[in-house]
């Protein structure tokens, strides 16, 4: 057996000592502080560590499905319905897997170990069989409205402190998500590993007027526009969040709407069409109910 050297063995045991510690019980929308300031476009190895990714079982390998998926609880996922129309199965073998516990997109499940540049290392992606897609009952095919997808797993994921669950909702929430500058998080082309950034929340006047030279027709009711610092094109099913602050303390990132699209206008001008999923809520948390 191939000995291993002491600096991998040392982060081994860390890697052991930080997911037994999480084994009591995760922190939902767990966050640090000093995280959310930096200008850093790509999240550390355990950063925002609901965000996985849509793979689609080939038998002899996992195909990606260019989607993003955010774990609710530990047998559900969420993502778009749109991003779920190639699985024609909507139960039992689907040949959809939640890919979890992903911080590199390169990372293979069954590699032991990823670090990053400084060291920091998770252990490898948890792949997790989906046995059954439901679809929004109100989804609408022809505005693309309430386009969300409860998928549910094989068997329980493990919490540890790489997979741990989104909050669903925040203590106190404004009324409205226009004018605010909101978090997301996921996967894109352009680089392997999980990015992260904000998103300021538009008026349909304004959303119309960033997509009026490609578009013509506005999101529909319940879905929003943002308009990204950066021009990148992450996966639909990213999540964006906000923040539950509690005696001017951020406390946890909550959930307020999935990526369905992005559009990109002729002078290269980027804007994000989310789904909200606020009123959405109960049926997601009916859905994701376990005994």
């Known amino acids: 057996m191939e000995m291993l050297g002491s600096g991998k063995l040392v982060q081994l045991l860390v890697v052991a000592l930080l997911a037994t510690l999480a084994l009591a ?31 689609e079982d ?22 778009t319905a749109t991003c779920v129309k190639r699985f024609r199965t909507r139960s039992g073998d ?34 997790r069989p989906v046995t059954k897609i439901t679809v929004h009952p109100n989804f609408d095919k022809d505005t693309g409205d309430h386009n969300l997808a409860v998928l549910r797993l094989s068997e329980p994921v493990k919490w540890n402190n790489w997979i741990q669950p989104i909050c669903m909702e925040g203590g106190s929430e404004p009324e409205s998500l226009i004018n605010r500058n909101l978090h997301f998080s996921g996967f894109n082309n352009d680089d392997s590993r999980k990015g992260k950034g904000m998103a300021m929340t538009v008026s349909k006047q304004k959303c119309r007027k960033l997509i009026a030279d490609t578009e013509s027709i506005l999101p529909p009711e319940y879905q929003l526009c943002g308009f990204p610092l950066k021009r990148t094109k992450y996966f639909p099913g990213a999540p964006l969040m906000d923040v539950d602050v509690q005696r001017d303390v951020p406390q ?35 859905t994701t109910a376990t005994k």
């Open 58 to 79: 080939m038998d002899d390998h996992y195909q990606r499905t260019g989607c993003s998926v955010v774990i609710v609880n530990e047998l559900h996922v969420l993502t």
């Open 94 to 127: 689907t040949k959809a897997v939640a890919l979890l516990g992903i911080w590199d997109s390169n990372v293979s499940p069954g590699e032991e170990l990823e670090c990053n540049s400084l060291g920091f290392c998770t252990p490898g992606p948890v792949p």
């Open 252 to 286: 946890s990132f909550y959930l307020v709407a999935l990526l369905v699209r992005n559009v990109v206008s002729n002078d290269d001008t980027t804007t994000q069409i989310y789904q909200d999923v606020r009123q959405a809520r109960s049926w997601i948390m009916e």
């Open 25 to 55: 019980g995760p922190q939902c929308g767990r966050l640090e502080e000093k995280l959310m300031y930096t200008t850093d476009q790509k999240t550390e190895p355990s950063e925002m560590p609901w965000v996985g990714l849509l793979m």
